[in-house]
């Protein structure tokens, strides 16, 4: 899997990409992440990529011809399976649209920033249009680590154990189950003691039971739907 960012503040995301599990799947190219920094197709001298919106209205607006030119140039090297624009008025992300992506090829996001984008890119340029959460981030930077992330643990060998992300929350629509490590006691508190019985049957049982009591108590509506 390729995916390729497109940002005014690449430094922000740089360093997100070159820790932990993230950097190990880099490393062993089971991803690629391009940074692209949107003022390398400014028009002009000043690496400007904003301006001021038409009719008025505080903020500046992501202009329509660099984000041109710099889709333009990614689109005419490979195919894409989406192009995403993350903004807190796009459709909401979930595991559902996480393990979508997990299984594409060629991945763009489109970071948002300021007061937006020129609505020109919204209608021509882009493909979907991703909210992280119903609040509002100062970019979309944030948003398109969240997504990069989530998508990116999912591809096999990513994880150690691949099962661990299918044991994730939300991959059957239930919550993960409470896990615990050493010491079995700590303070006077007690690892249950079924997790420590050695019957595997037994404890998944347990588990299950676990996930799903927890799912009714924090999050009902993942079992209604
Ligand atoms: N940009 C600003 N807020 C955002 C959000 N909630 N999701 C995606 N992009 C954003």
């Not at 903020?59 to 011809?65: D, S, T």
């Not at 992506?101 to 890119?121: A, F």
């Not at 003691?193 to 799903?212: A, D, H, R, V």
Request: with cysteine.
């Amino acid at each position: 899997m390729r995916i390729d960012i497109i940002t005014c503040l690449p430094k922000l995301l740089d360093s997100f990409f070159a820790h932990s599990i993230l950097k190990r799947a880099i490393d062993k190219h089971l991803v690629e992440v391009i940074v692209h920094d949107l003022r390398d197709y400014s028009i002009n001298k000043h690496r400007q990529v904003d301006d001021y919106a038409f009719g008025g209205g505080a903020g500046m607006v992501l202009m329509v011809e660099p984000i041109h030119k710099c889709i333009t140039a990614l689109k005419s090297e490979r195919t894409y399976d989406t192009i995403i624009y993350t903004t807190p008025d796009g459709e909401l992300f979930d595991q559902k649209k996480a393990n979508r992506l997990s299984l594409m090829q060629n991945i763009m996001i489109l970071c948002g920033h300021y007061k937006g984008v020129d609505e020109r890119v919204r209608e021509h340029l882009i493909t979907d249009e991703i909210s992280i959460g119903n609040y509002v981030l100062s970019g979309g930077e944030l948003a398109a680590a969240v997504i990069s992330d989530a998508v990116i643990r999912l591809i096999p060998g990513v994880l150690s154990d691949e099962s661990s992300a299918l044991s994730d929350s939300f991959q059957d629509d239930l919550l993960a189950p409470p896990v615990y490590t050493r010491p079995a006691e700590y303070n006077g508190w007690k690892v249950p003691q079924i997790l420590l019985s050695g019957n595997t049957k037994e404890i998944e049982q347990w588990q299950l039971q676990q996930s799903i009591e927890r799912t009714k108590m924090r999050r009902p509506g993942l079992l209604k739907d």
